[in-house]
């Protein structure tokens, strides 16, 4: 119960734009959820809801067993945050950072520094760290902000959107960071508009769209939703293309996709590897020439799209802009 | 690596109770303090335009005024600096408390603050605090100046002292109204430029500089019950520089009571419609 977070109908709007629209969360203690989602879909303000910077309009939710619009200190304890927008002092150095952090939590002043240098060692920040942050290249900021949400062991942690705008490494370096307090028993909730991150990071993923949750589930429950598997064929030569979607209709569950410029062909199958051989011969007996083949499960990317695109982004998304200047996304 | 085996599982200090809130009022005034040591330039230069200012009205036109109670140059110079002490104490808070202010909302440190289990009002007083630091220097530098055109104190050292703790307590008030201003507009900019807005009325339709009672009626009313007029009044008296104590008018034979009234409503009120913002932000 620690370290669980439960979320029941949670509405926020701001004027007419409805930006969580009936939310319901439940995470398990040391869960991870990541809520998917394209821009303005609402997943800051959800994660806003939830740390207490934004006041439901209706619902309840539960963080760490404290209930967030009547214990909210109880909840800011037990939490750690990690913004979109690295908020660390670009005054302070790396180590007055950290220990302004842990001394507002509670820390006296010689146990927040020694948080501190911890932290600063564990980020590879050490010999940064009496340098202002201003200093810092992005990477660093990030690394310097998710510090700030661990400095006192939070039983939930929250990230928004954690790798925007970092480089590859150090993208890498904060996952890592990541899969180790996961691995240490936190409940992780992630926002993300990154498959790839989702899929890498998440146990559990809610796809948000328009304010609500649109699917939920494991990534391969989630990929197994959008179609199970499909063979997909890379033809050597161009004017084969059309015999190899002639001929993989022939097996597919539904007409195969086409497209051209990259010269591949692909049908959804019920019937795994001993399906795949039997294409092979089929293909090799009508003198098709292949560069690949392969039988693989959709990407969450085409899952995420199959998902949200049926739904067209309205004009009620730039009033999310407009109309809250608090809304991130 | 463990990434949390040292931290300790409880705080030692725990929200809520008094000694939390100072504490966490100390480390933001803390932090403040370090903001702007680290960019100096910033309290320096506002410093620059008060001085010029008091170079030209001493030595260009202390010549050209002439005030009831206050004839001839060294005795306009002598009244105008309470004018002066009470300006820039006023332009250097309102300015620094609502721009820093602002940018702690657009930076995203006030939602790292307010995700913190610390005091509602602890990031807003560690600003005043902060501004009040400032404005003790920015006191001390403006006396030396003062000293220098020839202003003096003639009723001792404890009346001084009096009449610089008014001028540190409206410096006070006018924090709140910067973070006040602060918390309301949505970018910095937005903060540097509404305080023209009202600064200058509050600092030139007064006794600053000139005598209300050569204004029309209105503007006299006005700059009778201007809280900084109050201030600067109460300030002569008690250093004992040129004054008008003939003006008849209800505030100026009372400045001291008004003064210390004004503040004081000043800070209460807009430290209440403040902290009600920031705990309510973004909702």
Redesign the interface.
């Known amino acids: 119960m620690a370290g669980a977070l439960h979320a029941t109908g949670l509405v926020k709007t701001f004027g007419e734009v409805r930006a969580v629209d009936g939310v319901d969360l439940d995470v398990p203690e040391g869960g991870v959820l990541g809520l998917l989602g394209p821009n303005g879909a609402g997943k800051t303000t959800t994660v806003?809801l939830l740390?207490?910077?934004?006041?439901p309009d209706a619902g309840t939710a539960t963080v760490a067993g404290h209930d967030v619009v009547r214990e909210p200190?109880r909840v800011?304890?037990s939490?750690g945050?990690s913004?979109q927008?690295?908020?660390v002092?670009?005054?302070?150095t790396g180590r007055?950072n950290l220990r302004?952090?842990g001394?507002?939590?509670?820390?006296?002043s010689r146990?927040a520094r020694?948080?501190a240098d911890?932290?600063l060692d564990?980020f590879g920040l050490t010999a940064a760290r009496d340098r202002?942050s201003s200093t810092y290249s992005g990477g660093m900021r990030r690394r310097l902000d998710l510090a700030?949400a661990?400095?006192?062991?939070p039983s939930v942690m929250f990230l928004d959107e954690p790798s925007v705008g970092l480089d590859p490494t150090s993208r890498l370096m904060l996952w890592d960071?990541i899969e180790?307090?996961v691995a240490?028993g936190?409940t992780l909730l992630l926002t993300t508009q990154y498959l790839e991150e989702a899929d890498r990071l998440a146990r559990d993923i809610a796809v948000v769209d328009h304010g609500r949750i649109v699917a939920r589930g494991t990534p391969r429950e989630l990929k197994a939703q959008a179609g199970g598997q499909r063979i997909e064929v890379v033809v050597s030569w161009p004017e084969q293309l059309d015999p190899a979607a002639a001929l993989l209709a022939r097996f597919g569950t539904r007409a195969p996709d086409v497209d051209r410029p990259r010269g591949t062909v692909s049908v959804p199958v019920n019937g795994g590897v001993r399906l795949l051989t039997e294409v092979i011969a089929a293909l090799d007996a009508d003198g098709i020439a292949l560069t690949d083949i392969g039988l693989r499960r959709p990407t969450l990317d085409e899952v995420f799209l199959a998902l949200t695109e049926d739904t067209p982004r309205d004009t009620g998304r730039a009033a999310v802009g407009a109309g809250?200047?608090?809304e991130k996304e | 690596?463990?990434?949390?085996a040292?931290?300790?599982?409880v705080?030692?200090?725990?929200?809520?109770t008094a000694a939390?809130s100072l504490?966490?009022v100390l480390?933001?005034t803390?932090?403040n303090v370090?903001?702007s040591v680290?960019?100096p330039e910033v309290l320096i230069l506002s410093l620059v335009q008060p001085i010029v200012f008091v170079l030209l009205f001493a030595y260009l036109f202390a010549g050209s005024f002439s005030l009831p109670g206050a004839e001839g140059a060294a005795a306009y110079r002598e009244y105008m600096m309470p004018g002066f002490f009470a300006q820039t104490i006023a332009f250097a808070t309102a300015s620094n408390s609502s721009v820093s202010m602002a940018n702690d909302v657009q930076?995203?440190?006030v939602?790292?603050?307010?995700?913190?289990?610390?005091a509602r009002s602890a990031l807003l007083t560690g600003r005043t605090v902060a501004d009040l630091v400032q404005n003790v220097i920015v006191v001390a530098v403006m006396v030396l100046c003062a000293l220098m055109v020839g202003w003096r104190i003639h009723h001792g050292v404890p009346r001084a002292l009096a009449g610089f703790a008014l001028l540190l307590l409206m410096g006070y008030a006018l924090s709140w109204v910067g973070v006040l201003i602060g918390l309301s507009v949505?970018a910095p900019e937005a903060a540097a430029t509404s305080n023209f807005l009202w600064l200058f009325p509050l600092t030139f339709l007064s006794n600053a500089f000139v005598a209300p009672s050569t204004l029309p009626t209105v503007l006299r009313w006005a700059a009778e019950w201007n809280p900084l007029s109050a201030t600067v009044q109460a300030a002569r008296e008690l250093f004992g520089n040129p004054g008008l104590h003939a003006t008849g008018a209800w505030p100026a034979e009372h400045p001291v009571l008004v003064s210390v009234v004004w503040s004081l409503l000043i800070a209460v009120v807009c430290r209440a419609l403040a902290v009600r913002r920031y705990a309510?932000?973004?909702?």
Request: glycine letters at 6%; aromatic letters at 4%.
């Open positions: 806003r740390t207490t910077l934004l006041r200190d800011r304890l939490i945050l913004g927008f690295a908020a002092d670009d005054r302070l007055e302004m952090i001394e507002l939590y509670g820390l006296r146990a020694q948080r911890e932290l564990r202002v700030g661990l400095v006192v062991r960071a180790d307090l240490q936190t809250a200047p608090s | 690596m463990n990434v949390s040292a931290a300790p599982s705080p030692e200090l725990r929200p809520g939390k504490h966490d480390v933001v803390r932090r370090i903001r680290r960019i930076s995203g440190m939602d790292r603050f307010r995700s913190l289990p610390m949505r309510s932000a973004g909702s």
